[in-house]
């Protein structure tokens, strides 16, 4: 028999009856959080890397030790992409009697494809954002590189064979800070026409050849997957996030972040949809012993409830799916304007994500225990006392818990971070239901003191415990989010934000000499600026590990033949810089200076399978040098602090060619004073981070935007979770209301016993969301932000007056109705 | 007249374990209805009344003995076996009404009827709402509904499905006494209508008095059958 017709009927009916509208909400907010969230991340992502993407003057980067294959460029323009091409190497030019080793740049037209150049019209003139780069015949060169040769824009410059005019000053690459550190030579930009006639390539220089290439994320990607598998030694493809590891981390955590929300609001849905659940049972046991009295068969019942289970979950899921884009839409129309960029289409794959996640909390909270329904024993209707809701929570539950694995599972696409998140939050229900049970037991004593209200508010909480304890864990969660909320944004993302202070470093001077750095000292405190620490810095190549020389290929990351390919900057010093934390060995003491030893950060460590007591040997400018690993550093990359992976004790390194580098903060009127600096040091380099550090603090700002806005639904989920609490245990209170009142309680007694019974779960469930709240910050705060934070007693006691005040004025009035109703009315109503 | 045997028990027995140890609530019944009949089942509160009726639907299971509705042996077929065959032949009233709140009168009436998966469920039930006069309450919820009119639709939703036998456990307890003739009188006309046997547990001698015949229970026993009046 076809049962879809009668079980849409039956569903029109309980939804005309409004008992559906809680478990309908609680979906709709699920599914809306998650599809936000992942439309907006999918979208922001694109947007937010496309703007990092600058850093990098393309979204993809092909590097390559010898000259770009045609077949490449053409596959990129088959695909609808930009391309252009940069070709890069040191060499002399000359100007008149003065010669200078440059960083020459060649570039095709149309570089570079994301980001500008900033150049100027003279020396030391005002700068403006230009698009391009030089035209053919020119060159454009930094103020450090003309002053040095003497000459100004209009003059000529011999690079190889040829003479080309420099035609602008550059002051600003948008990809210039790539391995800058380890390029002192100065910049010298041309275009890749005149290379040839140059006759400066020969087949043994050491040339690096980029494509660059910019477009569609799905045609990057699909080159991505193209080229990658084929890469051979000396070919590598990057985007911004291999590149810039501040920006990958910022976005990282962003991601992070938001997906733990959303999942939140998932997880909170689905208490809400649990709690809808269990009135929804408690009604329907009576329905559903009729409907078997009636010669209903338990497959039918369970047919009927599962399809109109299965279509409100549809119609919820499309309706919050609907939400969810609205939502990222408004959204969107905030943060566009800051991110400044076209944003891509969204794509389809959070419509599909609402989806599922709407029909999995549904079967994975209401399916279950509405299913149990078909059990009931039919003999009920004659007496009512039997087959009670016996919702096993394991068995109910347990298929929610792992649905919501599921869920993770999806979002995150990470096994350990679904398991460990989910085990996180069994462990907080576990703890809310243990704390609960443990104070309700306490509560007893309790009941024999204070007036009536009194007594009977507490005698209610402590009777119903069963249900007091449900409540208790319903306003728990609820209050939890709403905690955790406030440590997020009033503790978490404001250490985020200023982890990176106004003040953070946005210019570094490098290769000051030995000898400049009180006349470095001198001329910044005359400009003005507090005269930073200056840290020495010598050049190094690091040829053998424990007495073994080191053989590339042997090496099992890039990552890690790319640190030993180039020069190690060592560095030393007395005490451990700030932003710097020794994490095993321990640091010299003065008696140990001139040793031979050194601390080595831990991520390099780990990269090059080091550890304490290992041995590296070091050339520096020829001599070779060996000391023992005494100590592993932790160091926080984010502070745009000049860092070491390398420190040695004062004393070991002193003999050797050493030079100094420091960065301080310059705000950008004062940009005159880097003028003033070339020309009084030309071989100091300025490097200008400036655009880096705003990026990610663009990002890191649009993030919290984006964290503040996604948890709007899970505040909403954690309403919802403590309205559907209240809704719960409706049915009893208004008939123990109405049979009190019956037997002569005054409605101002009954009024101040709810009101009592309320604000006390409210005290007691605040007390218990707040130390879960504190303690799942605590795990976000290390996990995401990688920060320490302690949750203090100033947490636990907001959560109490916050339950106290919020669930008893909600509960007050979410149940004060009940009063104003005739009791016959409500003893009639049953 | 040797009519069909419609509800028929055998050593019917019916023991529960409590905390003071085993229980017996029926020892040993056997009876025998025959179509259209009308029976009460009598006696003192605590009796077994409604444990007996609960048997005779089906609605529970017996320790010991047989029951059987229309030749059929109950307890040969499995829980759903016997639902199917309550909702294509017995009927039920209780004395608590049993409707569902979220639905219309109507719509209580329909239920057994689309149930049963009948097309023609609607105009059914609002025939028999006619019959028990409250076509115009149709759209009315039971709680809207005054006692005497919800065990009216009780009494159509029972019905309208012309079952074979109908089992009413104090239909009239919850109602005042002249309320409680008309319902009484109602369930007389129908079964009169329809040749429905009519089995009803009751305290009320007045109402016992109209039944063709009345089983008293006493501490789960059948007593002596009563002459009818
Ligand atoms: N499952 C059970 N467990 C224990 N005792 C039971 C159970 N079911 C019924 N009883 C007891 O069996 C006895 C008979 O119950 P039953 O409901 O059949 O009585 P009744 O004759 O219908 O009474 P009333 O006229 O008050 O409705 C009662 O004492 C009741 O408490
Ligand atoms: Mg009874």
């Excluded at chain 2, 569902?100 to 149930?115: F, H």
Aim: glycine share 10%; with cysteine; charged share 20%.
């Amino acid at each position: 028999m076809n049962h879809f017709p009668l079980a849409l009927r039956h569903l029109h009916r309980e939804w005309r009856a409004g008992e559906l509208k809680v478990l309908a909400m609680a979906l709709i907010i699920a599914v809306a959080s998650v599809t936000s969230v992942n439309f907006f991340t999918s979208r922001i992502h694109q947007a937010l890397a496309g703007q990092a993407n600058e850093l990098l003057g393309g979204d993809l980067v092909y590097l390559s030790d010898r000259a770009i294959k045609a077949q490449r460029v053409a596959r990129a323009t088959e695909l609808g992409l930009q391309s252009a091409t940069t070709v890069e190497f040191p060499t002399m030019v000359l100007a008149g009697e003065r010669n200078q080793l440059v960083a020459l740049k060649a570039v095709s037209a149309g570089y570079p494809l994301r980001g500008q150049n900033r150049t100027a019209p003279r020396l030391f003139a005002a700068d403006a954002a230009v698009t391009g780069g030089p035209a053919p015949g020119t060159v454009w060169g930094g103020s450090r590189l003309l002053t040095i040769l003497g000459v100004d824009v209009g003059e000529k410059i011999t690079v190889g064979n040829i003479d080309l005019k420099v035609a602008a000053v550059l002051t600003s690459e948008p990809d210039q800070s790539e391995g800058v550190l380890l390029n002192i030579a100065p910049r010298l930009l041309m275009h890749t026409d005149d290379l040839p006639d140059t006759g400066l390539i020969q087949p043994a220089s050491r040339v690096v050849y980029r494509l660059l290439l910019a477009g569609d994320a799905e045609a990057i990607g699909q080159i991505r997957q193209e080229w990658q598998p084929g890469l051979r030694p000396g070919e590598s493809l990057l985007d911004v996030q291999d590149a810039r590891p501040e920006v990958r981390t910022a976005l990282k955590r962003g991601e992070h972040f938001l997906a733990l929300a959303a999942l939140v609001s998932v997880l909170l849905a689905g208490a809400a949809v649990a709690m809808a659940t269990r009135r929804f049972i408690s009604r329907h046991l009576d329905n559903c012993a009729i409907m078997r009295c009636l010669g209903a068969e338990q497959a039918m019942i369970s047919r009927l409830y599962l399809i109109q289970m299965a279509v409100l979950g549809l119609l919820a899921s499309v309706v919050g799916i609907f939400v969810g884009y609205l939502a990222q839409w408004g959204l969107m129309l905030f943060l566009a304007p800051l991110a400044g960029i076209e944003l891509p289409a969204p794509s389809l794959w959070p419509v599909a994500l609402g989806l599922i996640t709407g029909m999995v909390t549904l079967l994975g909270f209401a399916v279950p225990p509405i299913l149990q329904l078909k059990n009931v024993p039919t003999l009920r209707v004659l007496r009512r006392d039997l087959g009670g809701l016996q919702a096993n929570a394991l068995s109910a539950y347990g298929i929610g818990i792992l649905a919501f694995m599921v869920l993770v599972l999806f979002q995150a696409q990470n096994l350990k971070l679904a398991v460990a998140i989910v085990a996180g939050l069994l462990l907080v229900l576990l703890m809310l239901a243990l704390v609960a049970g443990g104070l309700l037991l306490l509560l007893r004593p309790l009941r024999k003191k204070g007036g009536a209200a009194w007594r009977f508010g507490v005698v209610n909480i402590s009777r119903r415990s069963g249900h007091s304890l449900v409540q208790m864990v319903g306003f728990g969660v609820g209050l939890m989010a709403l905690l955790l909320l406030a440590v997020v944004r009033g503790d978490l993302l404001s250490e985020w934000e200023n982890r990176l202070p106004a003040d953070a470093p946005n210019r570094f001077l490098i290769n000051i000499q030995p000898d400049q750095l009180e006349d470095v000292r001198d001329f910044l405190r005359a400009e003005g600026v507090e005269p930073p620490l200056l840290y020495p810095m010598v050049r190094a190549r690091l040829e053998q590990i424990n007495g073994k020389a080191i053989v590339p290929d042997e090496l099992k990351t890039d990552r890690a033949k790319r640190l030993v390919a180039r020069e190690f900057n060592l560095s030393w010093a007395e005490a451990v810089q700030s932003g710097n934390a020794v994490v095993s060995g321990s640091w010299w003491q003065p008696g140990d200076y001139g040793k031979a030893i050194i601390s080595v950060e831990q991520s390099l460590a780990k990269e090059l399978g080091l550890g304490l007591g290992d041995t590296l040997t070091y050339n520096v400018a020829g001599e070779l040098f060996t000391a023992e690993i005494s100590s592993l550093r932790r160091i926080n990359w984010e502070s745009f602090k000049a860092n070491f992976f390398v420190v040695a004790p004062p004393g070991l390194l002193d003999k050797y060619p050493v030079n100094y580098i420091t960065g301080f903060y310059l705000p950008a009127e004062q940009h005159a004073v880097l003028n003033r600096m070339v020309q009084q040091f030309p071989n100091i380099m300025v490097l200008d981070v400036a655009t880096i550090l705003n990026q990610v603090r663009d990002i890191i700002e649009q993030v919290i935007m984006a964290v503040e806005y996604v948890f709007i639904f899970t505040v909403l989920a954690g309403l919802m979770v403590m309205y559907a609490t209240i809704h719960a245990t409706l049915d009893e209170r208004i008939r123990e209301a109405a049979v009190l009142r019956t037997l002569g309680a005054r409605r101002s007694q009954l009024l101040s016993s709810i009101m009592l019974e309320y604000t006390g779960l409210g005290l007691l469930s605040g007390l218990v969301g707040a130390i879960a709240a504190g303690a799942i910050g605590m795990v976000i705060a290390k996990q995401v932000f990688d920060l320490a934070y302690l949750p203090g007693p100033a947490l636990w006691l907001s959560g109490m007056l916050i339950g106290a005040v919020g669930v008893g004025v909600a509960g007050t009035l979410g149940t004060r109705f009940v009063l104003n109703q005739p009791p016959l009315k409500t003893l009639r109503g049953a | 007249m040797t009519a069909e045997i419609v509800v028929n028990t055998q050593n019917l027995h019916k023991r529960v374990m409590s905390p003071e140890g085993e229980l017996t609530l029926l020892q040993g019944v056997d009876l025998s209805i025959a179509a259209g009949e009308t029976v009460a089942i009598v006696g003192a509160s605590g009796s077994g009344k409604s444990t007996l009726l609960g048997l005779l639907a089906g609605l529970d299971e017996p320790t010991e003995g047989q029951v059987s509705i229309a030749g059929q042996d109950l307890f040969a077929l499995d829980e759903d076996g016997r639902a199917r065959l309550r909702g294509e032949k017995v009927g039920f009233v209780f004395q608590a009404f049993q409707l569902l709140p979220n639905l219309t009168a109507l719509e209580n009436v329909m239920l057994p009827l689309e149930l049963a998966g009948r097309h023609d469920a609607r105009q059914v039930a609002e025939e028999v709402l006619q019959r028990v006069a409250l076509a115009e309450r149709a759209s009315h919820y039971p709680k809207q509904l005054s006692g005497g009119e919800q065990q009216r639709v009780a009494i159509a939703r029972a019905f309208a499905p012309h079952p074979q036998v109908l089992f009413a456990d104090e239909p009239t307890g919850n109602l005042d006494r002249r309320t409680g003739e008309r319902i009484i009188d109602l369930l007389f006309q129908l079964n009169a209508e329809q040749g429905t046997t009519l089995v009803l547990v009751t305290h009320d001698p007045h109402l016992a008095a109209r039944c063709q015949r009345q089983l008293e229970l006493d501490e789960g026993q059948l007593q002596m059958e009563l002459e009818p009046s």
